[in-house]
């Protein structure tokens, strides 16, 4: 091949893989509005001590947000000792409709963790998510447990 068709490929390749870019990219950024978007529940969770220095959960904050579909949703590895949660739907002995979502526990303070949904387990307007929260120790085992409950709208 010679060297103007080599320059001509490279011009056509890298205009191609720029307009694959930037509409990538506005995909990205507009999939909610193009319908595109899976649903996500962003909790803020607040800790503190007891009296006997073990930690609890005293209030916990949530937001229903989402995420463009093709987002990668996954478990988090977890890193003892930290705080975790997962959703089921509507019913407690129900599998777990959402990946488990965790962070590492620092003591008391405010964390946030955003849970992802498994395909085909997205909740429904009117669905009751039931969320599991554990704090665990730096060997794993769990040291405080609640429930929080939300309404999905």
Known sequence: ?????????TKVSAVVLLIFLASGYYLYDHAVEFGMAKPTLVL????????????????????????PFFYKRADSIPKFPEIDVNARINKLDSVPA???????????????????????????EGDILILPI????????IVYKTTAFWLWE
Do not use: C, H
């Open 1 to 9: 091949m010679d060297k103007k068709k080599t320059i001509k490929y």
């Open 44 to 67: 803020t969770i607040s800790t503190n001590l007891t009296q006997y220095d073990t930690p609890m959960v005293y209030n916990v904050t949530f937001e229903q947000s989402s995420v």
């Open 98 to 124: 959402s990946y488990w979502a965790s962070t590492y526990y620092k003591g008391e303070g405010v964390y946030t963790l955003t849970l992802f949904f498994k395909d085909g387990n997205e909740p429904k």
């Open 134 to 141: 554990r704090i665990t120790s730096p060997t794993g085992a």
